[in-house]
């Protein structure tokens, strides 16, 4: 039997391990996919400390692509938008499966909400079954009900993993939450992938200008480089938070921006975002996506600008296949492959120390 290995989450706050295990056959309705890469999203560094209620031990992962190895019996031989699919194919699949049954799904139409989501990475322990359900590893085997999507023709993985999951995240924001609107300046706070996805797809969407706030100045560059974002202010410059205020407002006519999108994932940006927007304007939050800590902010601002203040979490398979469809619109007009810097399943170690400490912009797993 085919064995593959893994990346597992065993005690919160201790190095991963490396094990190995038998491949299963593909689940009826299901598919075993061989991974051909696996991201790091900054959640999974949550999820090493024990940041968040998850079961252990447990395969990491919960962005990955590959080529589908086996179908189960029953498998649809289609993918979400109707392509046909067979083994070989190279896909991508969404991280969750809602149950459609929660007041949730069944009552508020609002899936990402689900109050009983199994996440691939995140919530499928090793002791529940099958062990591969996680995407730091070299296969792993979806369940019935996964949202799988298969790329076009000649789009570069690394490309495509270079927003795996901020991607769809931001496509599910700015689609149903809160879009941008022809013409209109946006403030993106942060530089990490959530932040680049979010600049891209305001450029995409035909925003007028779009400034990016975050830093260190390399993280910057490097999105510069890539063609993300038109302006790129280093919060981390001398001045700090007031001289970023004063810069937007310089490149904003001094009234502030019509749109803010928060992606630093740092309660204490939210106070300074509000401020950041013009009045009318709306607050888009996307980055808290795990519980940092309160911080204080001024209501008034909201009053006084007469704020739309929006939050949105997480996304859909449905959103991964907005996701993946643009993907041809991105890769052509920004370089996403030079976000990625890859490393081996071995490597996991130091792939993940430098997602910590920001010395690269998306970290990636790459199985020969």
């Known amino acids: 039997m085919t064995r593959g290995k893994a990346v597992v989450l065993e005690e919160f706050g201790r190095p991963l391990a490396l094990r190995e295990y038998e491949v299963p056959p593909a689940p ?45 019996p029953g498998a649809p ?5 109707g392509a046909e699919l067979r083994v070989g194919d190279t896909v991508m699949w969404a991280s969750s499966i809602a149950c459609g049954t929660c007041v949730p799904c069944r009552l508020h139409r609002e899936p990402t909400l689900c109050e009983n989501r199994r996440t691939y990475g ?19 085997v979806l369940q019935p009900g996964t ?24 496509v599910h924001a700015l689609y149903e939450r809160r879009p941008v609107r022809l013409g209109e300046t946006v ?36 999105a510069a480089a890539a063609g993300i974002g038109d302006v790129h202010i280093d919060i981390t410059a001398p001045g700090g938070t007031a001289a970023v205020l004063d810069r937007v407002r310089a490149e904003t006519g001094g009234d502030g921006a019509d749109l803010v ?27 808290q996506y795990t519980d940092a800590g309160d911080t204080l902010l001024n209501p008034h601002q909201i009053v006084h600008r007469q704020l739309d203040v ?26 996403l492959a ?19 400490d920001g010395s690269v912009m998306k970290a990636v797993f790459t199985n020969p």
């Open 28 to 72: 009826a309705g299901g598919m075993v996919v061989a991974c051909r890469h696996g991201g790091i999203c900054g959640t999974d560094l949550h999820l090493q400390q024990g940041h968040l209620p998850i079961p252990t031990p447990l395969v990491l992962g919960h962005e990955g692509l590959g080529t589908v190895h086996e179908l189960g």
């Open 77 to 81: 031989s289609y993918d979400a938008t």
């Open 122 to 140: 995140v919530n499928r322990s090793t002791l529940d079954g099958p062990e591969l359900s996680g995407a730091w590893a070299e296969f792993i």
């Open 147 to 170: 949202t799988v999507v298969k790329l076009a023709a000649g789009i570069d993985p690394l490309a495509a993993m270079s927003l795996a999951c901020a991607g769809p995240t931001v």
């Open 187 to 222: 403030v993106v706070q942060g530089s990490g992938p959530v932040g680049l996805a979010a600049a891209a797809f305001a450029q995409l969407a035909g925003a007028a200008k779009v400034i990016v706030v975050g830093g260190p100045e390399s993280r910057l560059a490097l």
């Open 261 to 287: 999108i928060e992606c630093a994932g740092v309660p204490a940006a939210v106070a300074q975002g509000l401020t950041l927007a013009r009045r009318g304007g709306s607050y888009l939050v996307i980055g």
């Open 310 to 335: 929006v939050g949105s979490w997480a996304f859909t398979g449905a959103h991964l296949v907005e996701y993946v469809r643009l993907l041809p619109a991105l890769a052509a007009r920004f370089d």
């Open 338 to 356: 030079s976000l990625v810097s890859s490393y081996p399943l071995h490597d996991h170690g130091a792939a993940l120390t430098a997602v910590a």
